[in-house]
T-cell receptor, first 111, second 112 residues
Framework: KQEVTQIPAALSVPEGENLVLNCSFT??????LQWFRQDPGKGLTSLLL?????REQTSGRLNASLDKSSGRSTLYIAASQPGDSATYLC??????????FGKGTSLLVTP | EAQVTQNPRYLITVTGKKLTVTCSQN?????MSWYRQDPGLGLRQIYY???????DKGDVPEGYKVSRKEKRNFPLILESPSPNQTSLYFC???????????FGPGTRLLVL
């Protein structure tokens, strides 16, 4: 069964810092990997989707990379802002239709 | 506006009283699924549906039922809820299952 791990579990940074969130998975035979943002009491918002054939995806200040062979993905957030404070979830789609989630990284960006 | 809606958003019930949480999407998606989110356990898939009349179990299907009679709707049924089903439930959809998943706002359920 695919296991997805996110490190760190929580992170606090001052505004303006660049930061990296990590996601690792145990089975490299993935279909795609998706990064989500979850605000307290809210649903999940998709940030970036990387297909297995891709190495990275970018959207604004966000950049996600994928290294299938090592079972890792990183989400890079440039010039962090207080509005970036949320929980960030990594989800891996392997064979079949299941989506396996990590437990998330809780990010706090302080002014 | 493209969206996934869930109702109710909050529900308090008692053990054994049957309940249904509705999920609807307006994006003509084939794939829909249900997840539960619990502290320390993350999001776990309950059931999913590849298209109308086709459903399959996820990681934690015990105590739940689903049906997919129409493409847009995918209700989650708890026939005899128990306190261990107290959780935050999310419905999600995507075009065929391999694309970006769109999530509903969540339903917070408390079973007494």
């Amino acid at each position: 069964k695919q296991e997805v791990t996110q490190i760190p579990a929580a992170l606090s940074v001052p505004e303006g810092e660049n930061l990296v969130l990590n996601c690792s998975f145990t089975d490299s035979a993935i279909y795609n990997l998706q990064w989500f943002r979850q605000d307290p009491g809210k649903g999940l918002t998709s940030l970036l989707l990387i297909q297995s054939s891709q190495r990275e995806q970018t959207s604004g200040r966000l950049n996600a990379s994928l290294d299938k062979s090592s079972g890792r993905s990183t989400l890079y957030i440039a010039a962090s802002q207080p509005g970036d404070s949320a929980t960030y979830l990594c989800a891996v789609k392997s064979s079949g239709y299941a989506l396996n989630f990590g437990k998330g990284t809780s990010l706090l960006v302080t002014p | 506006e493209a969206q996934v809606t869930q109702n109710p958003r909050y529900l308090i019930t008692v053990t054994g009283k049957k309940l249904t949480v509705t999920c609807s999407q307006n994006m003509n998606h084939e794939y829909m699924s249900w997840y539960r989110q619990d502290p320390g356990l993350g999001l776990r898939q309950i059931y999913y549906s590849m298209n109308v009349e086709v459903t399959d179990k996820g990681d934690v299907p015990e105590g739940y039922k689903v049906s997919r009679k129409e493409k847009r709707n995918f209700p989650l049924i708890l026939e005899s809820p128990s306190p261990n089903q107290t959780s935050l439930y999310f419905c999600a959809s995507s075009l065929t299952g391999g694309e970006t998943q769109y999530f509903g706002p969540g339903t917070r359920l408390l079973v007494l």
